[in-house]
């Protein structure tokens, strides 16, 4: 008897017809039936298409030789789990014989007296997927660091714009020249910190001509 009809229980041939043509060999996502030693019992044509080889091609080598190119199980082997637990698992893997990354379900099969003899083996390709979030997760990164950079230029200004009244109420209230000079000299050297400038110059309107007041330049600031 086939060894797959064996482990599903089906002993008939028409229970072995609706099955494979009905439900397995329809199936657009590649399928594989796999015994609990890892070997497969069975492919539906969509994997045997992937792999670009013939169905029978595939029945009884190990799982792992076939989509991974191993000698033993891969790390997070969602069908090892099952064979440990009898429960079902999946796991997002990257399988180089398929071409991209896969979401593998597995899940168990038990024969008529309920002991577990393989696993239901459904690879989902998400490739275009990951693609898709790692530009999503691109565009987020720059729609963040462009909104930083937009945070950091309003606090700029508004810390600009603070300076610039506190400068307007001490200059007013200066009772000298000397003192008007240092308030100057002191907010210059104030606006530089604010803005990160190496080098700031305050110019004042003499009529309709325009002076140096005031320049601030940081100590060790590279030569222009």
């Known amino acids: 008897m086939d060894d797959a009809v064996r482990i599903l229980g089906l002993e008939?041939?028409?229970a072995?017809?609706?099955f494979w043509r009905g439900v397995f060999d329809i199936h657009l996502d590649p399928l594989a039936l796999l015994d609990v030693n890892y070997?497969?019992?069975r492919v539906n044509h969509a994997l045997a298409t992937a792999l670009g080889c013939r169905e029978d091609d595939l029945v009884g080598k190990r799982c792992y030789e076939v989509f991974?190119?191993?000698s033993c199980p891969v790390q997070n082997c969602p069908?090892?789990?099952l064979l440990s637990d009898g429960?079902?698992?999946?796991?997002?893997?990257d399988i180089r014989s398929l071409g991209g990354v896969f979401w593998i379900s597995v899940t168990p099969v038990f024969n008529t007296e309920g002991d577990l003899v393989g696993s239901l083996h459904i690879a989902r390709d998400v490739s275009r997927y990951k693609a898709l979030e790692a530009d999503l997760r691109v565009a987020r990164d720059a729609m963040a660091a462009r909104a930083e950079a937009r945070a950091r230029e309003l606090g700029l200004h508004v810390r600009f714009e603070q300076l610039l009244v506190s400068l307007a109420?001490?200059?007013g209230l200066a009772k000298s020249d000397a003192e008007l000079k240092r308030l100057i000299q002191s907010g210059v050297a104030e606006i530089a910190a604010?803005?990160?400038y190496d080098r700031c110059v305050f110019w004042m309107m003499d009529g309709k001509s325009a002076r140096v007041a005031a320049r601030y330049e940081r100590a060790g600031a590279p030569l222009e």
């Open 12 to 14: 008939s041939v028409e």
């Open 87 to 93: 429960c079902a698992h999946a796991e997002e893997l």
């Open 194 to 196: 604010a803005g990160g």
């Open 16 to 18: 072995r017809e609706v």
């Open 68 to 70: 991974h190119a191993s």
């Open 79 to 81: 069908h090892t789990r």
């Open 39 to 41: 070997r497969i019992v």
């Open 169 to 171: 109420l001490d200059f």
